[in-house]
């Protein structure tokens, strides 16, 4: 009977699979949030909640055990000094997926994924107010200013002798 291996593939090789979830692991540690599929992300967090979890021993060997997913020496620093000491007390849980809108070249689902302890309010970027469409099109008579009146040319003065 077949059984079902519980992770995803994502269409590539183990050693490609492998090589791109360490990648997004350090990207995650390094820059807090990244946004990528949300099949990728799922993954990540796997491997990224398995790494912080070792970290927080904070021993030789996990250290060791972590640089061979993460070859990145300032990420290892960061993870150990400044990670650790913000999740310490933190029973699992490092990281929060958020799903997003489809992708807009082949509407692959897509998600962010970051640290929670990281993770400021939200920016609320403020919406710009619609423009006007006589001020997107380009060569509409609205946006064109209007042209100061030409001085009206003088008449040819004939001289004349007297």
């Known amino acids: 009977m077949r059984k079902v291996k519980p992770a995803r593939k994502l269409g590539r090789t183990a050693a490609h699979r492998r090589a791109t979830l360490c990648n997004l692991s350090t990207q995650l540690l390094q820059y807090k949030r990244i946004e990528t599929t ?15 979890t070792k970290a927080r021993k904070g021993t030789v060997h996990a250290q060791r055990e972590i640089f ?3 070859r990145d020496k300032q ?3 960061m993870l150990f000094e400044e990670i650790v000491a913000k999740v310490g007390d933190r029973n699992g849980g ?14 692959a689902k ?20 619609k423009q006007d469409r006589s001020k997107r099109v380009r060569g509409s008579k609205k ?13 040819p003065t004939v001289a004349t002798e007297e």
């Open 38 to 52: 949300e099949a990728k992300a799922k993954e990540t967090r796997k491997v990224v909640e398995k790494i912080i």
């Open 68 to 70: 061979k997913d993460i």
């Open 75 to 77: 990420v290892i620093r």
């Open 94 to 107: 490092y990281t929060r997926v958020i799903k997003l809108a489809p992708r807009f070249g082949d509407a």
């Open 110 to 129: 897509m998600a962010i994924i970051e640290l929670v302890d990281y993770v400021e309010a939200y920016p609320s970027a403020p919406k710009a107010a």
């Open 143 to 155: 946006t064109e200013a209007p042209a100061a009146p030409a001085p009206a040319p003088e008449a």
